[in-house]
């Protein structure tokens, strides 16, 4: 993934958690600073989970891609 590519995902990212804090903050009548916290560490917590999740998604797929067609002949090669 080349530089560009992986600021325009962080930007497209960054967008979306935008609109969720504003519609999030948009949404509470009384902020204190248990509901902060409480909202901060769901949503941080998921922006780190879910690349991690797909990456290790990614991973066991490629090696178990890679293990059904190691040996096997290639369409493409007739």
């Not at 948009?26 to 922006?47: E, M, P, R, T, W």
């Not at 989970?49 to 797909?54: A, D, S, T």
């Amino acid at each position: 993934m080349s530089f560009v590519e992986l600021l325009l995902v962080a930007v497209g990212l960054s967008m979306d958690a935008f609109a969720v804090s504003v519609c999030k903050g948009l949404s509470v009548k009384k902020l204190g600073v248990k509901h902060v916290l409480i909202a901060g560490a769901y949503f941080g917590g998921f922006q780190f989970l879910m690349p991690v999740i797909g990456w290790f998604l990614a991973r066991a797929l490629s090696i178990s891609s890679q293990a059904l067609t190691i040996g096997s002949p290639s369409a493409c090669s007739r």
